[in-house]
């Protein structure tokens, strides 16, 4: 997040490329790790959908500053609409998302909802 980083954060990059470069893959396949580096791939056709479906992946990616913008060739940003019905579902999913890992993990959490 924003003004959190520290010398012991790691880097996230996404990447979009055309749709003939990366058909659809597993999820494992979409995300590389390396030391402290975290690279999630997809194609454009993936990414619009993510975006439309307010994945706050895609969304904290289109919205970046332009100083956190390593190349941008494609405006992303005409594919997303905000859609208060959309966004209250994802925010839901991924709390309860996190309330179930947290309980496999057998951690203590605190969500404020």
């Given amino acids: 997040m924003y003004g959190t980083s520290s010398v012991l954060s790691d880097w996230d990059f996404t990447i979009v ?3 003939e470069y990366r058909k659809a893959r597993t999820p494992e396949e ?3 790790r390396n030391g402290n580096i975290d690279v ?7 990414f619009i959908g993510l975006i439309r479906d307010h994945d706050m992946r895609a969304l904290i990616s289109i919205f970046l500053p332009p100083h956190n913008v390593w190349k941008s060739v494609i405006d992303f940003n005409p594919h997303f609409s905000f859609d208060p019905g959309t966004i209250s579902l994802v925010l839901s999913v991924k709390h309860l998302s996190d309330l179930i890992q947290c309980s496999a993990a ?3 959490c605190k969500h404020n909802v």
């Fill in 30 to 32: 979409k995300t590389m």
């Fill in 40 to 46: 999630n791939i997809y194609n454009q056709t993936e």
């Fill in 17 to 19: 490329v055309a749709d």
């Fill in 106 to 108: 057998k951690k203590t």
